[in-house]
Structure formats: structure tokens, C-alpha cells
């Protein structure tokens, strides 16, 4: 089987957008799954395609997954959905102020520094400060696997068809 250059370039996509979920200077996930799309349009394959639709089905489901699951941790902690709202927002601003690490630290900030106005408790703002960093975590690693299902899934699906 003789390797394309297109998919030892949608390989290095892929990587790269793994990569870019841990480091978020891109968008990684969305650049895996692009990967994909592209990888599927030039091998033009049932397969492909098949595999492209199942790997949409993940992207999909990791979305979803990557929002819900935080969500629902800093909700049981008190924190108001109007708060994590204002914490993204903020988390999104510092991906662009302090590269890397921007993003994390304003949504963990944002979330102690408005509980601690909210309640004027320093328990509750650091309790719901934890969950905000396991929130952190638990959304870098529901991404991180469903970067790392698509992948899967691509290498499946290039294995099957041969492309």
C-alpha cells in the first residue's frame, strides 16, 4: 500500500490539532475533524465517507460531552449558569491576552472572583474555584479522547479503505 501525500498531511493536521488541544492556541479539535473532512473529499471513497459520518457523530458527541459534563459540576458546586457564562467569555478573551494559558486561568479567576462578591465567603469561592479547575480538566480530557476517537477513526477508516 503506497501512503498518499494527502494523508500524511491530514496525519500532521491531526496532530497538530491533538496538540492544539493541549497547548490552545488552535482550534484542536475542530482541526482534527477538518483533517477528516479533507482526508474524505480527496480519497472520494463509500468508506471515506462512512467514516467521515461516524467521525462526525464523535466530533458531535464530544461537543456536547466537553460542554454538559463541566456544566454539570460547577452547577451542583452553586455556581449560576450566568456566572460560567461570563467565565467563558472571560477564559475566551484570555486565550488572546496571555496565550496558552490565558483561557484556563480567566475562567478559574472569573468564577473565584464573582463567587466571593456573590457570597462573601471565601469557603464557598474556593470551593466552587475547585470545581472550576476540575472543570478545566474534565473538559481538556473529554476533548482530548475525542481527538483522539477521531483519529482512531480515521486510521480505521484508511486502514479499511485502503486509501
Do not use: C
Amino acid at each position: 500500500m503506497v501512503i498518499s501525500e494527502t494523508t500524511v498531511l491530514v496525519a500532521l493536521a491531526m496532530a497538530v490539532g491533538t496538540v492544539g488541544i493541549i497547548v490552545p492556541v488552535l482550534p484542536g479539535l475542530l482541526l482534527v475533524w477538518g483533517a477528516f473532512v479533507v482526508w474524505a473529499i480527496a480519497a472520494g471513497t463509500t468508506g471515506g465517507w462512512v467514516g467521515l459520518g461516524v467521525a462526525t457523530l464523535v466530533y458531535a458527541a464530544g461537543l456536547v460531552a466537553q460542554y454538559l459534563f463541566p456544566g454539570r459540576r460547577l452547577k451542583a458546586a452553586g455556581v449560576p449558569t450566568w456566572v460560567i457564562g461570563l467565565a467563558l467569555l472571560v477564559g475566551v478573551v484570555g486565550l488572546f491576552v496571555v496565550p496558552v494559558v490565558g483561557g484556563p486561568l480567566g475562567f478559574v479567576a472569573t468564577v473565584f472572583i464573582v463567587q466571593s462578591v456573590r457570597h462573601r465567603d471565601p469557603v464557598v469561592a474556593r470551593r466552587a474555584t475547585g470545581q472550576a479547575l476540575r472543570a478545566v480538566v474534565v473538559n481538556l480530557g473529554v476533548e482530548l479522547l475525542t481527538a483522539l476517537a477521531l483519529v482512531t477513526t480515521w486510521v480505521v477508516t484508511v486502514w479499511v479503505t485502503r486509501a
